[in-house]
DNA sequence: TCGATAATTGAATATTTTTTCAACTGTTCA
DNA sequence: TGAACAGTTGAAAAAATATTCAATTATCGA
């Protein structure tokens, strides 16, 4: 490898970054959870609810809400016998604007 | 489904818009293509340059830049034999310092 | 022209990820 | 107490994705 590139390969960041770095947008990258994460811009729901507005079963969702918890992008709140579920952090919402100025820019 | 639940599926973006966003995130969320993004953040490259950053196949990496070329997150112009890649878009660089921002948030 | 190099492509394999299904925990309330 | 409901979990099946390998295209320079 020529001196350039080894200059190069030594200024990214640290692989353990990268990979927390994808892991952040592969979370994003479902459509099933980039649904939930759009329901909760409008407000905390409840599992049931969730997949009633997804249509989806409540053990699909209850699944991707783990991811979403694991990434801290969502919390739940145990309420009684109900879980209510709530966006954890406002770079959910930036992260995903920004998303869309992408996808808007390329028409 | 209740009344609020209705109301609140209608807000939701219509799926096609949901597809597209997932896929753009989707696309950062691979290490391989995280680490193709990362190195072009210093400077334009080539495939075989790329690769040997990365320590990969030069086949592995120009499928990874044909799904970043689909995004339109980086873009490739001929030089005589070699493809010279480019970020397409400052939206890329934008997408991940807010995702690193997050991620350190988490310390 | 021929050989070497850069890159792309398609198909097969390998790997990862999502969904389903059934079982289980915890809570409510009759 | 026990029946019904909300949610979670683990394992298996289904689906999507990444990597490898071999073949192919295109360009350069001897």
Redesign the pocket.
């Known amino acids: 490898m020529n001196e350039r590139n080894e200059t190069l390969r030594r200024q990214l960041p640290d692989d353990e970054v990268i990979y927390e770095l994808a892991n952040l947008f592969?979370v994003f990258?479902?459509?099933?959870?980039a649904k939930i994460l759009g329901c909760l811009q409008f407000g905390d729901l409840?599992?049931?609810?969730i997949a009633e507005i997804l249509g989806?079963?409540?053990?699909?969702v209850?699944?991707?809400?783990?991811?979403l918890r694991g990434a801290k992008l969502v919390k739940?709140t145990k309420m009684?016998?109900?879980?209510?579920y709530a966006l954890d952090d406002d770079h959910v919402t930036k992260i995903m604007e920004y998303g869309l100025t992408h996808i808007n820019e390329d028409r």
């Open positions: 592969k990258g479902d459509p099933t959870r409840y599992v049931y609810e989806m079963s409540v053990s699909a209850s699944h991707q809400l783990r991811v739940g009684g016998k109900e879980v209510r």
